[in-house]
């Protein structure tokens, strides 16, 4: 309230500063809450001082008078009366005056109105409502002033007349407004609501950081040509193929080395490796010590003994080995990395996302530090964090956390050191529990330590005109104005402020000076890690769906309203919203690729694609948001028709049944929407996983690609875009050029992969490869192996000629 600073836009009705909503009219609504209970706690007491006060001295009992006491009820209620009278008037004239004060306050309230086509004061609100709650103050400031002076005079029948006629002005205010809005507003609604279904638009898109959103025009002519390939070589060569679900999985299988080492999540970043910026995908290996064998699960060891983790997993988004796994660039314990950008002189984590206990170090006996074959290595913390452990201090931790083992175990001595709140995100909302949190929080390499990135958002559900969005804490006004770095190994914690105009962010600086740096301050390594946050991004994406209809006519009809594009996912081909993506890409007719957020648009109840909103996340460009929308004429295919032409693809569908036999499961991964000047495809990995081992791991063992009318499968990226656009990338440099010739490749002379007879007529070739699919099945029942692989490679050969023929039938 003291240190509000102004929003720079006013409301329409009022001409109040924004500011006057977010900050000071909390405050007065306090107040009036304030007034309102002290109000009601006089007058309690009053009435019982009262009451008591009569009784004594009128030598009443208390009982209640029978029949033969007619005369003492009368003296009973005018002595009440002539001993209450004033003080009634006054609380009445006192209780008028508040009214007046909270109708004073729903004059501006009435801009957070709710109805079915806005949210904010519409044309009843503002012509009735309004005049409504003037004529109630004026009636309360009489009513006030009447009563008092009633009051005084010991007047006790003209009291009743203030409240009467109060009452009965708000009753008929009420009749009249809905009278206006049933036979009048409804039934020319949008004539009557035009000129303030523009201000829900106009404050809205201001609420969520929509106005300055850059439309641009994307013909999706669908042509990519040899030049856009060439000029888009790094996008391309950047398309990840690896998924961060089946990648959390690999993680903690192949990198996880013992049972209580967890990777609880991978995160999307950019490192610069080699020279060359691109996608990784980073997980840091935590600690978590319920996992540790029961009989493991002592005081000393939950506490004392295992309290950090250890390092960090990272690979390429674009990149898998031979067998399909993710190519570590970093891995193992110690860390080791052929990157200087990548190396670690501090890899412990006693900060994390999932550390949630305490812990003691600088004990008599060392830590475990990390596995080293059938030896452990031990360490002692060096680093600031933590409370000395004086007697006192080992009191109140023991009161605190409820076990006297604090006080009496024999191991803590005077060096040693209390970590407490070692979890990441209550320890943000401990420091500072005013801004609201994003929920994923990402690990970050720089400068030989672990970092912890959370981004952190004002908020507010005061915003004139502006949609609420969410359920169980509703708000309106939302910025993504803090980046908050927390060192893995001491636990400090900065905030650094991202958005210097944001007013909100403006007014806790003022309060709290010391709490806040500029981003300025920032080194430029951890800088050069700071992205756009995802969940910002999804919330600004779901509100755009709607508010890109600036037109208040479109906007009523509800005649272009979007949604979020779906996709088919996992194993169990489950169907779920496509997600927003970071990817290194160059944004149509720019030169350089830049880390961007994405996600595509659908039209409303259709799967056909009409636009995609990119956030850029690098240097001066960091926050753009760019919104590409296609010609209304263009049809341009979405992600869901896209799975849906691969299910019924007869080249890649049974392809795709028989990877998932004798035991295996079909991963489909995210399906990538990848822009390449003014044309569209799709990138989609598929992972293969076994079916019955708990800890199995995921392999990417295809690619698929779409674009306009082709989908095309193959082993690798590099395979699938030559086969679709006849282009060879930096990734298998040795594969043919000739676009789409395979006829070309000599025949294949290992004896397990026999010749098959291609018959030239397409029909003929489905029902041989049908035939050739069910021999496969009747050997693998047999256990003949053998016959079984034959009957796959005959079958991949049928296939690959049902292929060609597929590509060569002319597409009208």
Not at 437 to 455: K, M, N, Q
Not at 552 to 568: A, G, K, M, S, T
Request: hydrophobic share 40%; net charge negative; aromatic share 12%.
């Amino acid at each position: 309230f003291i240190h509000a600073e102004p929003f720079g836009v006013t409301d329409p009705i009022f001409d109040m500063d924004v500011s006057f909503y977010v900050f000071q009219l909390p405050f007065l609504e306090s107040l009036y809450s304030v007034l309102s209970t002290t109000l009601f706690i006089l007058i309690v007491v009053t009435v019982a001082y009262t009451i008591v006060h009569f009784f004594n001295n009128q030598n009443v009992g208390m009982n209640i008078p029978n029949e033969e006491q007619q005369h003492e009820i009368k003296n009973y209620f005018v002595g009440l009366s002539h001993v209450a009278t004033k003080q009634i008037g006054i609380f009445i004239g006192l209780f008028f005056l508040l009214n007046a004060f909270r109708y004073f306050l729903n004059m501006f309230t009435l801009l957070y109105s709710s109805s079915s086509i806005l949210y904010g004061a519409g044309f009843t609100d503002s012509v009735i409502r309004l005049n409504l709650y003037k004529v109630v103050i004026v009636v309360s400031l009489i009513g006030a002033v009447f009563s008092i002076v009633s009051g005084m005079r010991k007047k006790l029948k003209p009291l009743i007349i203030a409240p009467v006629i109060t009452i009965a002005v708000i009753f008929l205010g009420g009749v009249v407004a809905l009278l206006v809005e049933n036979f009048y507003v409804e039934p020319n609604q949008f004539t009557r609501e035009e000129p303030f279904i523009e201000r829900h638009i106009e404050y809205t898109r201001e609420a969520y950081g929509l106005t300055n959103v850059e439309e641009k025009e994307f013909d999706s002519a669908q042509n990519i040509t040899e030049d856009d390939l060439d000029f888009n070589a790094a996008t391309l060569d950047n398309i990840p193929i690896n998924d961060y679900r089946p990648i959390l999985d690999v993680y903690n299988s192949i990198q996880g080395f013992r049972l209580y080492y967890q990777f609880n999540d991978v995160d999307a970043d950019r490192y610069t490796i080699d020279g060359n910026l691109m996608k990784m995908f980073v997980g840091a290996r935590e600690l978590d010590n319920s996992r540790l064998d029961t009989n493991a699960q002592t005081w000393v060891n939950m506490h004392l003994k295992y309290t950090h983790g250890f390092g960090v997993a990272a690979s390429p988004a674009n990149k898998v080995d031979e067998v399909g796994q993710p190519e570590l660039s970093v891995k193992d314990i110690p860390p080791e990395t052929d990157h200087p950008e990548l190396e670690l002189e501090e890899p412990r984590i006693y900060f994390g996302e999932s550390t949630d206990t305490y812990a003691i170090t600088n004990t008599k006996s060392a830590e475990f530090d990390y596995p080293d074959g059938s030896a452990n290595q031990e360490n002692f913390y060096d680093g600031d964090a933590g409370i000395n452990i004086s007697f006192l201090n080992r009191l109140m931790f023991a009161i605190h956390e409820g076990t006297a083992r604090i006080l009496v175990s024999s191991e803590i001595n005077s060096d040693s050191k209390m970590l407490m709140r070692r979890n990441i995100s209550e320890r943000v909302s401990e420091i500072a529990p005013f801004l609201s949190y994003d929920s994923d929080p990402y690990v970050v390499v720089s400068e030989g330590r672990l970092h912890w990135i959370i981004d952190g958002f004002t908020t507010s559900q005061r915003y004139p005109y502006s949609q609420p969005i969410g359920s169980e804490a509703p708000f309106n006004y939302i910025r993504n104005s803090v980046k908050v770095v927390i060192d893995a190994y001491n636990g400090d914690v900065t905030y650094y402020i991202m958005e210097p105009d944001d007013p909100i962010v403006n007014v806790y600086a003022s309060i709290y000076p010391d709490l806040f740096k500029p981003i300025e301050e920032m080194s430029d390594d951890l800088r050069s890690h700071v992205r756009y946050s995802q969940q910002m991004f999804d919330i600004q994406a779901d509100m755009y769906r709607t508010y890109h209809m600036d037109n208040p006519r479109v906007f009523y009809n509800r005649e272009d309203e979007w949604e979020l594009p779906r996709q088919i996912y996992g194993s169990e081909k489950e169907i779920e919203e496509v997600e927003s993506t970071y990817l290194m890409m160059a944004l149509p007719e720019e030169p350089e690729e830049e880390f961007t957020l994405m996600v595509p648009f659908t039209a409303r109840q259709r799967d056909n694609m009409v636009g995609w909103m990119a956030a850029l996340n690098d240097g001066e460009n960091y926050g753009d948001l760019i919104v590409y929308r296609f010609p209304k004429q263009s049809l341009v295919y979405g992600p869901m028709q896209i799975e849906q032409r691969i299910d019924q693809d007869t080249i890649i569908s049974p392809q795709l049944t028989l990877l998932g036999q004798q035991g295996s499961q079909v991963i489909r991964g995210n399906m990538m929407t990848i822009p390449i000047e003014e044309s569209i495809f799709y990138v989609e990995p598929i992972y293969i996983k076994a079916e019955d081992a708990e800890r199995s791991i995921p392999e990417m063992k295809k690619v698929i690609v779409a674009y306009e009318n082709e989908i095309v499968m193959a082993d690798t990226l590099e395979q699938a875009l030559t086969d679709m656009f006849g282009i060879e990338t930096e990734g298998e440099p040795g594969e043919s050029d000739e676009e789409g010739d395979e006829s070309q490749e000599p025949e294949m002379e290992d004896p397990a992969l026999p010749d098959v007879e291609i018959i030239g007529e397409m029909p003929e070739l489905i029902d041989q490869a049908n035939q050739l699919f069910d021999q496969a099945q009747q050997a693998q029942q047999e256990g003949n192996w053998a016959e079984y692989g034959d009957k796959i490679a005959e079958l991949e050969e049928v296939l690959k000629s049902l292929e060609e023929m597929q590509q060569e039938i002319p597409v009208e």
